[in-house]
């Protein structure tokens, strides 16, 4: 630290901070337009200007020293920026009174500020249109070149921070403007509509095109809340017209958040789902093979006397309730004490078996803990990256922002990966393995590490336990066997061991790629060996981490809407957690065994499962073979939908329950890095629909169990009081930043990383892995290997960014990728419309023909309802959790007439 004297008092700054993070960090403020504080300083706007000895200097770009002093404020600076203001204003259109930024724009606040005179070098007129062409056909951005300061904001934030560059400049001197490279349509440009270059715009030059005309930024009110995607956990703002009842615009800023003010496309524009005119407003009960409308209290009724009727006809395995990782946790808490209480069963699941069901088990087994063991924070000091069926920039895009900056810090980055995705592109070594050989190449890598003594035998040797069967397990599977299978390089084997192994630190990041097999678990139980065979886990940035793909994964699951556990992962078969949950919930505790979603759909194929309560799942959708899931689910006496759209499953339904989304109700999401963050009502929910919880207790009451809570903030405390993990947690701790579990009590900070000094389970547990091939290899008649996934601009499927016009003009169909080799062989051109099939059924998609994909395969999302990728996927499951194997199922392509 170093002292300097600003406006004659006296701070300390840190050596090599500029003055003007010096200042902000003292609570001092500077005028400034083109600084930003994610971005490198260019000094464009002058604004900042300040004296130093006397001498003019710009704050943005001069270094603090000891013995500086500093003035902010003179007549001097004062009549140099109000001289910059009005040259600025002589080039932009003032229309303060029909602009959406009035009263939140840097350049009419500096400008009252300091008296710029607008009209005292005239009024500039721009020869192009005020709306320049780039932006005139994409749905999602506006830019008005008569508002703009070229100020270098959005050109910058997309090159330094999205890695993205889609956004130059073009001209010189007065005539330079913000353009696309060759003018090219944003949306057809590489722009990722992640929003930043609105964010950052000082002015309202950038600015969303639906939001136009439908509120002042001044008017609006604005509510904090965690983003409703994927399970990075994302603060944001939701706008609100206050008259309309409307959602108008998404806002974030630097330092809300892990997300410091950045979002991906779908957490800024993917917001009209809240207020879509296909929202479900009224209680629906089939009648006559139709739907008609009904009121509360007799949809309830029904619903309760069905579901209580089978149970005590059939017994509680005839029931299932379905719970929702898109809901909240006291949401998740409530369903699964409705089935234990009011339902008799522990016939309770979520959607973590379709997805990450895996990682709990698999490192619970390894490690006691089955969840990310390190923050978002630490990954820009990872000095290796590990990534394995995993693609951050995609499915997780701010994490992918914080693992751009490791990489612009010098970290080494390994991708295995069987598609070359914008990180496997820029990888120090991509590994593009055979999909579903996983283990069969980490199996490797584990025992090159050994063999070349890379391993970190004092931590093995303290800190684990089983090390001797592991390692050998571990002889078979050479170097040269697996870069056979895998179809590698042995060269890359080699050096990724080597790499990862001798990082400090290195940390492993994983997602469904690693789940999404029959052999999941396992998978999972392999990277927790590799971790703890490099000592690569129980320290900052070093670790195992698997990102959730929703965004309450990481909550429903620690809440146990699950079969065999209660509440923070406790034994349901333990004598002392039994009679804990019976003292709280005053019955005694089903002893079922239970099932998870997999186990319902075949339990409802064969008359074992009869009645069935599914709150915002969508199984139809979810599950693989859908022709035979719709066949099954046909079959019950009685289903329930509670959901806020007509999705497919609810379709099928006998009752629909109309809920609330995340901006029309108050709880709390949990994110992957463990982070517990609030959720807040921005918006009242349409007709007379009702926050899942509400529905929840009147469902309970109905079947002889009454639930009464006055807020979901009485729901909270009481899953605290039995959550050990939460036990420290209520809603006033978590208000400003939440708190990551383990919390144990209300004097605990929160954990940042796992398994410092120890394992939850004691000691690491190394677990042999013998490699399992996929159930359906490729064949004479199917000779493909089919993966799915997911993509940049849509989520899940179907009933939220497919109601975004700006997503779906982004990506409007579904298509299938496809090596250039491949397409050559079949005679598929890109952009044909082809046919993809499997031995359960086949869709059509358009072809994208590249080398993103291995010969051997192909990939599709499952984003399209009119193209459900689960018609083709095969119904086959990890022994452990029931997950299916999405990744790999045998399929062919055929090109023709009529498809």
Not at 300 to 312: E, G, P, Q, T, V
Request: positive net charge; charged residues 25%; hydrophobic residues 35%.
């Amino acid at each position: 630290m170093i002292t300097v004297t600003i406006n004659g008092k006296k701070i300390q700054a840190k050596e090599g901070q500029t003055i003007m993070e010096a200042a902000v960090a003292n609570g001092i403020s500077i005028p400034h337009l083109c600084h930003e504080k994610r971005l490198a300083p260019v000094g464009a706007c002058r604004l900042c200007q300040v004296e130093v000895n006397r001498e003019p200097v710009l704050a943005c770009s001069t270094k603090v020293a000891s013995g500086l002093t500093i003035l902010t404020e003179s007549k001097e600076l004062t009549s140099r920026r109000r001289s910059v203001l009005e040259l600025l204003l002589s080039e932009h259109k003032v229309a303060c009174t029909t602009c959406d930024a009035d009263g939140d724009c840097k350049l009419q606040d500096y400008a009252y500020r300091y008296g710029a005179d607008e009209f005292l070098f005239g009024s500039y007129q721009r020869k192009d249109e005020p709306i320049l062409n780039y932006t005139s056909a994409n749905l999602g951005i506006e830019h008005d070149s008569e508002k703009c300061i070229r100020c270098g904001r959005c050109v910058r934030y997309c090159r330094e921070v999205q890695g993205v560059t889609a956004l130059t400049f073009d001209g010189r001197g007065i005539e330079m403007k913000i353009n696309t490279a060759h003018g090219r349509d944003l949306h057809a440009s590489d722009c990722e509509l992640c929003g930043g270059c609105i964010r950052v715009c000082p002015t309202g030059a950038m600015r969303e095109k639906g939001a136009k005309g439908l509120g002042r930024k001044k008017d609006l009110v604005k509510t904090q809340t965690t983003c409703t995607y994927c399970g990075v956990g994302c603060q944001l703002e939701l706008n609100v017209n206050p008259k309309t009842n409307k959602v108008v615009r998404v806002t974030t800023r630097p330092g809300m958040g892990l997300n410091d003010g950045n979002l991906c496309g779908k957490g800024h524009f993917s917001y009209d789902f809240i207020s879509s005119p296909e929202r479900l407003t009224k209680p629906l009960i089939r009648a006559n093979g139709t739907f008609r409308q009904a009121t509360w209290e007799e949809a309830i009724s029904l619903s309760a006397k069905k579901l209580r009727k089978i149970r005590d006809n059939y017994g509680p395995q005839s029931i299932a309730f379905l719970s929702s990782c898109r809901c909240t946790n006291e949401e998740n808490y409530l369903m699964q004490k409705l089935a234990r209480t009011a339902g008799g069963t522990n016939n309770i699941d979520q959607c973590a078996t379709t997805c990450h069901a895996p990682t709990i088990a698999g490192l619970a087994s390894a490690f006691g803990s089955g969840a990310m063991t390190n923050s978002v924070a630490e990954i820009k000091d990872c000095k290796v990256l590990f990534i394995i069926g995993s693609n951050p920039t995609e499915a997780h895009p701010i994490v992918g922002l914080e693992m751009k900056k490791a990489m612009a810090r010098g970290a080494k980055l390994i991708v295995c990966d069987p598609r070359s995705t914008w990180m496997a592109e820029r990888a120090d070594i991509h590994i593009k393995h055979r999909p579903g050989s996983d283990n069969m190449l980490i199996n490797a890598l584990m025992n090159f590490i050994i063999k070349e003594k890379l391993h970190d035998e004092k931590f093995v040797q303290e800190r684990c336990e089983n090390f001797e069967a592991f390692a050998d397990n571990l002889k078979p599977y050479s170097i040269k066997r697996a870069a056979e299978y895998c179809g590698v390089s042995r060269e890359d084997i080699k050096d990724a061991a080597r790499i990862y192994s001798e990082g400090q630190p290195s940390a492993i990041f994983y997602t469904l790629g690693i789940t999404e097999h029959s052999c999941g678990t396992d998978n999972v139980k392999n990277l927790a060996n590799l971790a703890m065979l490099s000592g690569q886990i129980g320290k900052w940035a070093s670790g195992v981490n698997p990102l959730r793909g929703q965004n309450n994964v990481q909550g429903a699951c620690d809440m146990c809407a699950m079969p065999h556990r209660l509440p923070g992962y406790q034994k349901l078969n333990d004598p002392k957690v039994r009679e804990k949950f019976e003292k709280a919930w005053g019955v005694p505790l089903p002893t079922n065994e239970g099932g998870r979603v997999t186990h319902f759909i075949e339990g409802a194929g064969s008359g074992e499962l009869r009645g069935f309560y599914v709150m915002g799942e969508d199984p139809v959708m979810s599950e693989p073979n859908q022709s035979k899931v719709v066949k099954h689910l046909k079959q019950l006496d009685f289903l329930v939908c509670q959901e806020i759209f007509m999705s497919e499953t609810a379709k099928l339904a006998h009752v629909i329950l109309p809920g609330a989304c995340y901006a029309e109700k108050d709880g709390t999401f949990t994110a992957s890095e463990r982070r517990v963050q609030r959720i807040r009502k921005a918006v009242k929910a349409p007709g007379v629909s009702r926050a899942d919880w509400q529905i929840i207790c009147d469902i309970s009451t109905a079947m002889g169990y009454p639930m009464k809570y006055s807020n979901p903030s009485d729901i909270f405390n009481e899953m605290a009081s039995l959550n050990p993990s939460y036990a420290g947690m209520d809603y006033g701790r978590i208000e400003k930043n939440g708190l990551q579990w383990p919390c144990p009590d209300k004097d605990h900070c929160g954990t940042v990383f796992l398994h410092k000094g120890d394992f939850k389970r004691g000691k690491g547990l190394f677990q042999p892995i013998v490699f399992q091939p996929q159930k359906e290899e490729p064949d004479k008649k199917y000779p493909l290997i089919l993966s799915t996934g997911r993509t940049l601009y849509h989520y899940n499927v179907g009933n939220m960014t497919r109601k975004s016009g700006i997503s779906n003009q982004k990506e409007k169909e579904c298509f299938v990728e496809i090596n250039s080799a491949t397409a050559d062989k079949h005679g598929i051109l890109d952009g044909n419309q082809i046919k993809v099939i499997t031995r359960r059924g086949s869709i059509s998609a358009v072809a994208k023909v590249s080398r993103r994909v291995r010969e051997d395969s192909i990939w599709m999302p499952f984003h399209f309802v009119e193209a459900s990728a689960n018609i083709l996927t095969n119904d086959v499951f990890d022994p452990v959790t029931a997950t299916a194997e999405y990744k790999c199922c045998a399929a062919r392509l055929e090109v023709g007439a009529g498809l």
